[in-house]
């Protein structure tokens, strides 16, 4: 599935557009139902993420909807140390799913720090 063989006009600007970001490791491009559209990553790493990715961001979705109602999610950044997964799932059109390489020089990152606090 690593070729753009039958995408739409849309998902090919989508893809090249997303691929020229540094970092990128890899993208996927699913339809609605789930089906896959194009992935430039290995087909078992593929199945075993998309359908957990898709699935968390349902989940965010009715979590966002609960919160208020008339609020809806467009996209979900999840973030390690040294990777980011974007998950973008609206409730209709293609979904992508990017996952891209962090560069962080080791002098920013706080050495007495393990984990990452948000300051609310």
Do not use: W
């Not at 090249?16 to 194009?38: A, C, D, F, M, P």
């Not at 349902?58 to 390690?80: F, K, Q």
Request: hydrophobic content about 35%; aromatic content about 4%.
């Amino acid at each position: 599935m690593d070729n753009s063989a039958g995408l739409s006009s849309t998902e090919e600007a989508t893809l090249k557009r997303l691929s020229t970001y540094r970092g990128v490791e890899g993208l996927i491009l699913t339809n609605e139902e789930g089906q896959l559209h194009y992935t430039s990553l290995d087909n078992n790493v593929t199945f075993l993420i998309t359908p957990k990715l898709l699935a968390f961001a349902e989940m965010a979705r009715s979590a966002i909807r609960d919160v208020c109602p008339t609020d809806n999610l467009i996209s979900l950044r999840l973030r390690t140390q040294s990777k980011e997964v974007m998950v973008v799932a609206p409730k209709e059109g293609i979904r992508i799913i990017a996952i891209q390489k962090i560069n962080i020089p080791s002098q920013t990152i706080p050495t007495d720090k393990k984990e990452y606090t948000d300051n609310f």
